[in-house]
Structures are given as C-alpha cells and as structure tokens.
C-alpha cells in the first residue's frame, strides 16, 4: 500500500524567511510519480510539480525548488523569500505508473505574516 | 484552455436526500477521478473513469456511484445522504489516467448535510 506522510501540520513564519516543507512517502512500485499541490483558501488544488521515480535531479523553479532523495523515500519542498501569497495549504502525492489515482498526505498548512 | 468546471459550487442536502454533482474535464482529458475532503480524513479518492469504465474505485460504500459520458464529462451521485457525507468533492482530470500525467482539480462542491 501506499502511503504519503507530510509530518508538519501547520508552519508559521515571516515574510522573507525560507521555509521547507517535509514529504516522506512509501510505496513497493519501482516507478511511481510524485507531486506536489497548492490549496489556497478558494478551495482548489493548484499543480506545482510532478518528478518521476528516475529523476532525482533537483528542480528550481523562482522561488520553489524540491528536493527528491529515492534514499531516504523524501521528496520536500522549499519556498525561498516567502511571501503571504504563499499562504495555502500544501499537499504531496504519490501515484503509481498506470495509474492516475493519488494518495495524498494530510498537508501542511503554511502561514506567511507581513 | 478552460480548465475543470464543476457544478454546483455549494450544495446543502438533508439526510436522506440524493446529490449529483457534475465535472467537466479541461479540453481532451479523458480521465476523471473523484476525491472527498474532510478535516479529519483529508483529501480521500472515490473512483476514476476513463473512456466511460470505471477503472478504479476507492474505500467507499455503493451509496457513491458514478459515471463518465462519451464526452468525458462525468458526475458522481450520492444516496440516502448522511451527515458525514459533508465535505468538499474535487474532481481531477488528466490526459491519459497514466499516472504520469499531473491531474488538474476543479474549484470543488462543497455538500453540506443538516
């Protein structure tokens, strides 16, 4: 069975700071894809980013970047300079090859303050 | 490109009561799936079609059914509502169900039960 563990409920920090999110996931597939979701207070889940089970390069996007390590099953997120726009609930998710269906973890709710 | 529209927005039911909630998957998406969230569940997967079958069903009694037409378009009915039954449904599409593909979510139903 899968299973996708995001360890950190809630997260405050200032405007500016950096901030990590935390993802740990277990699965017995050798191909799988990872994600990561934004939910802002309107409800819908905003994609952010796929890696797949083979790509452990790092990926930089603004100021987003993730960390995929296969060694210890983690695939967390990072916000750099963050902002009270990045205020949103923040979900990681695990599928398997062949099929669409995503375990999510329970999500991190991030508060950014001025 | 629209992206997932799902109808109605807010919905309040009494027990008892049937709901049918519909989702139309962005442009050549033709895979849909269905997720309950709660605060203490979290975001849970009911099922997924593609090309009208449904290929996979999550940990959910037969009171939640649902279908996809020729079109993609696809709605979920749920019978003889209970008050646990409230929550948010987001309906996700993608374009091949492989798993590779990232899903795009929908604004939500939000169904509450008195």
């Known amino acids: 069975a899968q299973k996708v563990t995001q360890a950190q409920t809630e997260i405050s920090v200032v405007e500016k700071e950096d901030v990590t999110l935390d993802c740990v996931y277990e699965?017995?597939?050798?191909?799988?894809?990872l994600f990561w979701y934004k939910q802002p207070p309107s409800g819908e889940l905003v994609f952010l980013i796929r890696?797949?089970?083979?790509?452990?390069q790092n990926e930089i996007s603004g100021r987003y970047s993730w960390n995929f390590q296969k060694s210890t099953s983690s695939f967390n997120f990072t916000i750099t300079a963050s902002q009270v726009v990045d205020s949103a609930v923040y979900f990681c998710?695990?599928?398997?090859?062949?099929?669409?269906?995503?375990?999510f973890g329970k999500g991190t709710m991030l508060l950014v303050s001025p | 490109k629209a992206g997932v529209t799902q109808t109605p927005r807010y919905l309040i039911k009494t027990r008892g009561q049937q709901v049918t909630l519909s989702c139309s998957p962005i442009?050549?998406?033709?895979?849909v799936s269905w997720y309950q969230q709660t605060p203490g569940q979290g975001l849970q997967f009911l099922f997924e079609?593609?090309?009208?079958?449904?290929?996979n069903k999550g940990n959910f009694p037969g009171r939640f059914s649902g279908r996809q037409f020729s079109n993609s378009r696809s709605e979920m009915n749920v019978s003889t509502l209970e008050l646990g039954d409230s929550a948010l449904y987001l309906c996700?599409?993608?374009?091949?169900?492989?798993?590779?593909?990232?899903?795009?979510f929908g604004d939500g139903t939000r169904l509450s039960i008195l």
């Open positions: 996700a599409s993608s374009l091949d169900g492989s798993g590779a593909q990232p899903q795009h």
């Open positions: 699965t017995r597939d050798t191909t799988y894809y």
């Open positions: 890696r797949n089970s083979f790509d452990e």
């Open positions: 998710a695990l599928s398997e090859a062949g099929y669409s269906t995503l375990t």
């Open positions: 442009s050549g998406h033709r895979s």
């Open positions: 079609y593609f090309s009208e079958t449904q290929r």
